[in-house]
């Protein structure tokens, strides 16, 4: 039975996931390498839980804050934990030498998991003797207001650890989804990197621009923000290193789009240099998106390769439709998932926008998946057929 958490890291993802820990009652160690930074961790678990106060989310803001030890010893707080949530920046060096040590001084039945958005579980895994027990937890930012939770299989994660992890993010009130085998991206990161790399090589090729994409997808498939104000707002930078290391790992993703890595090279970082794929004079500024500068954008062409990459997760059993729904609702906050969203264009309309990609740019992501090109054999066309990914009785 989890009673103590043990977050090593009090960067932004630390200090996020120790207070939901705290929120959902538990007692929580969070550690890191100076009190320095432990003391800006707690004022700012401090400052969040002071807002959900105002809004009368908590009753109390020192009763939580009383759950929470920043300790700068790590042995005792890895003995008396019963997981241990690292959370460390990604380098898989480091976290091999954290999940070392958690190993070495946890119990045996303590659960170690990893927060990584982008490292092999397994390869962190290696690094302990008790390889079925290690587990990734991936949060999502800012870990206190996301819902969803990515639970990823290792090679040797076994099945009970999986379970009791599931249990414990539940019981913090968020909603987890499988990632039943240890896949670059899992499935929140990896689909919006394949909607990403071909928006941008459409863009690269002249196809459409970038405000054109964002409008259609925004006003035509009620995407909360555009895909290119995204990657200007999260860092083209960040974006840069992600596809990176997508591309070291995957196959699928080795044709970069060469404007990340101009506009990378030239110091065009998105909202934080003030230029990007748009210009910004503050931090503050949000670009202007028409509605009417997407109405010559096919926006099924736009968001194809999402599907063809959903389709891709599921024939290799990496994970349920429904979880794959789930994620892409609640991590990428579109307003259904991207299955339900194919069962609606037509799974017909989705595949004849890849192979319009894929032989006219020759883009690997928009080859359409054996799932696909299965489901045009046997009629299931989605909605209008009555059957797709789901099934429909009217």
């Given at each position: 039975?989890?009673?103590?958490?043990?977050?090593?890291?009090?960067?932004?993802?630390?200090?996020?996931?120790?207070?939901?820990?705290?929120?959902?009652?538990?007692?929580?160690?969070?550690?890191?390498?100076?009190?320095?930074?432990?003391?800006?961790?707690?004022?700012?678990?401090?400052?969040s839980l002071e807002k959900l106060y105002e809004k009368r989310r908590i009753s109390s803001v020192e009763e939580v804050l009383s759950r929470i030890r920043a300790t700068l010893n790590f042995e005792e707080a890895a003995r008396n934990s019963d997981i241990g949530i690292e959370a460390v920046p990604e380098n898989l060096q480091l976290k091999r030498d954290i999940f070392a040590r958690l190993d070495s001084l946890m119990h045996e039945d303590a659960i170690l998991a990893t927060n990584t958005s982008s490292l092999p579980i397994s390869e962190i895994a290696e690094a302990t003797r008790r390889p079925n027990k290690v587990v990734g937890i991936h949060f999502f930012n800012p870990p206190v207001l996301m819902q969803l939770v990515e639970i990823i299989k290792g090679n040797k994660t076994d099945d009970d650890t999986v379970?009791?992890?599931?249990?414990?993010?539940?019981?913090?009130?968020k909603t987890p989804i499988i990632v039943n085998r240890d896949v670059p991206g899992f499935i929140v990161n990896r689909i919006l990197g394949a909607i990403q790399n071909v928006a941008c090589h459409l863009v690269y090729r002249g196809e459409y621009t970038p405000v054109e994409i964002d409008s259609a997808v925004k006003y035509k498939a009620g995407l909360p923000m555009g895909l290119f104000e995204l990657r200007d707002f999260t860092g083209i930078d960040v974006g840069y290193m992600v596809a990176k290391a997508l591309a070291e790992r995957d196959p699928l993703f080795r044709q970069e789009c060469p404007l990340i890595e101009e506009y990378y090279k030239k110091g065009w970082l998105g909202v934080k240099s003030?230029?990007?794929?748009?210009?910004?004079?503050?931090?503050?500024?949000?670009?202007?998106?028409?509605?009417?500068a997407g109405e010559r954008v096919n926006v099924v062409r736009v968001l194809a390769s999402s599907v063809n990459m959903a389709a891709w997760l599921l024939r290799n059993g990496i994970a349920t439709k429904e979880d794959i729904d789930t994620g892409?609702?609640?991590?990428?906050?579109?307003?259904?998932?991207?299955?339900?969203?194919?069962?609606?264009?037509?799974?017909?309309?989705?595949?004849?926008?890849?192979?319009?990609?894929?032989?006219?740019?020759?883009?690997?992501?928009?080859?359409?998946?054996?799932?696909?090109?299965?489901?045009?054999?046997?009629?299931?066309?989605?909605?209008?057929?009555?059957?797709?990914f789901y099934k429909y009785a009217t």
């Open positions: 039975m989890i009673r103590r958490v043990f977050v090593v890291g009090a960067g932004t993802m630390g200090h996020g996931i120790a207070e939901v820990a705290a929120l959902a009652g538990y007692e929580v160690y969070i550690y890191d390498i100076s009190a320095e930074i432990l003391n800006k961790a707690i004022e700012k678990i401090k400052w379970r009791r992890s599931f249990e414990f993010v539940k019981s913090l009130g003030g230029k990007g794929f748009y210009e910004y004079k503050s931090p503050s500024d949000r670009p202007n998106i028409p509605k009417e892409v609702r609640l991590g990428l906050g579109y307003p259904k998932g991207i299955l339900q969203y194919a069962d609606e264009w037509g799974i017909d309309e989705v595949v004849k926008e890849l192979e319009y990609i894929y032989n006219k740019y020759g883009l690997i992501l928009a080859k359409p998946d054996e799932l696909l090109i299965q489901m045009l054999k046997e009629g299931k066309l989605g909605r209008k057929s009555k059957e797709g």
